[in-house]
């Protein structure tokens, strides 16, 4: 009966059998080899390995150049160090504590002079270009500027320096590495690595404890007064907020791993550079993004974002909703020219029924079909 369909049944074979294969050699009757778990397990080793060796190679040269770059400049860094402790005839105490804080206050007014003077100025306009909210701080309100000014160096001052004394105090407890000697480059890297983790946990925890209702309301809304934020408002917060979220962080892992105070220096320098790009309302070529601090000061309690690298907010799940955004496709270090909503441009979404009108054709074709569409871009 299936003759009539184009099926002969009759012709129907049943395929050959498999050959048998042999467990520890892996062959089969003819000859052939066949895969075993053992020359599987050999060839992941193998792309393993080969992997490894590739990347140590690498860190080996790059550290290589680093190192040689570090250690031919070594003298000279050691001799302006030993310089700057002859000139200053500082103590150890006063070094810590007032270096500190100058070294700090300048770093955040220097680099923070420069993003005020363009959101006051909007020059050069070229860069208004990278900014994540246009139309936004252009220019940035006097008044409100001069509000947070005022905060921020009542934060560095009067909150700032009795802090810095403090830990002074613990850092002693904990024990100075020797003041003349600096650290090698190789120590000053495993350093970093382990203040960056330190900071990022203890910053993540702090500020998503700042968002419960009470503290919210209390203490940390003062920084969220403005949604679009702008460089110096990095610190402009509650004394409390800024002595537990701003202050505790960094400091964590310098006095886990008795720094030296040149590599407490470099490390709080890095992190308020950090903290005023995070802060700055501008995504710009060559630099760290800070699409997920802005889109949490733009949205307070729905994007969350609490942390600076985003880890520990991928490992919680509270940056789910600024995944599914535009913002998060441009989340990344733009290595062009090119402004990251230029790269990333927002998505047309269609918010209005189709309107579809059909229209009779007595020519070729029978009917045409029209569609419109009512196309608009969403904000931000």
């Given at each position: ?6 099926h ?5 074979q ?8 042999d ?5 089969d009757?003819?000859?052939?080899q066949q895969?075993t ?13 080969s ?15 680093l190192?040689r770059?570090w250690g ?21 105490p ?5 270096g500190?804080a ?15 003077i363009l ?5 050069p ?8 909210q246009?139309g936004t701080?252009?220019?940035?309100d ?16 009067i909150v700032?320096?009795p802090?810095?004394?403090l ?6 407890w904990r ?13 000053v890297?495993a ?7 330190l900071?990022?946990?203890?910053f ?9 209702r ?5 203490i ?6 403005w ?6 408002t ?24 008795g ?32 699409e997920a ?6 949205k307070?309690?729905?994007?969350k ?31 062009s020219?090119?402004?990251a909503r ?7 979404k ?5 309107k ?7 020519l ?14 969403p904000?931000?």
């Amino acid at each position: 009966p299936f003759k009539r369909f184009g099926h002969n049944m009759t012709e129907f074979q049943p395929a050959a059998a498999l050959p048998a294969i042999d467990g520890k050699t892996g062959h089969d009757g003819s000859g052939n080899q066949q895969p075993t778990l053992l020359s599987s397990l050999r060839s992941v080793l193998f792309v393993i390995s080969s992997a490894l060796i590739g990347f140590a190679a690498f860190r080996n040269t790059l550290t290589w150049h680093l190192q040689r770059f570090w250690g031919a400049s070594g003298d000279f860094w050691q001799a302006l160090w030993d310089r700057l402790l002859d000139v200053s005839c500082l103590l150890l105490p006063l070094l810590w504590t007032s270096g500190t804080a100058v070294l700090t206050i300048a770093v955040y007014w220097i680099f923070g002079a420069v993003y005020t003077i363009l959101d006051v100025t909007n020059k050069p306009a070229a860069l208004r270009r990278y900014k994540i909210q246009p139309g936004t701080n252009e220019p940035v309100d006097t008044k409100r500027l001069m509000k947070v000014i005022g905060w921020v160096v009542f934060n560095q001052v009067i909150v700032g320096l009795p802090i810095a004394y403090l830990s002074y105090k613990f850092m002693t407890w904990r024990g100075f590495p020797p003041l003349r000697e600096l650290p090698t480059f190789h120590w000053v890297l495993a350093e970093m690595a382990v203040h960056i983790l330190l900071e990022e946990i203890g910053f993540y925890y702090s500020h998503r404890l700042l968002h419960s209702r009470y503290l919210y309301r209390f203490i940390h809304k003062r920084h969220h007064e403005w949604t679009a934020p702008i460089a110096v408002t990095a610190i402009y917060c509650h004394p409390i907020e800024h002595i537990f979220s701003n202050l505790l962080p960094p400091f964590l892992g310098v006095f886990i791993m008795g720094s030296h105070v040149a590599t407490a220096w470099l490390w709080f320098s890095l992190a308020i550079l950090s903290t005023l790009n995070a802060h700055s309302g501008y995504h710009l070529p060559f630099f760290p993004s800070p699409e997920a601090h802005d889109f949490h000061h733009l949205k307070i309690f729905t994007w969350k974002c609490f942390g600076v690298l985003g880890v520990l907010d991928r490992l919680h799940g509270t940056d789910t909703l600024f995944r599914n955004t535009r913002a998060y496709a441009r989340h990344v270090m733009m290595l062009s020219l090119i402004p990251a909503r230029e790269a990333f441009p927002d998505e047309i979404k269609s918010h209005a029924p189709v309107k579809v009108c059909v229209q009779r054709n007595t020519l070729h074709i029978p009917y045409r079909i029209t569609v419109q569409l009512k196309r608009y871009l969403p904000k931000g």
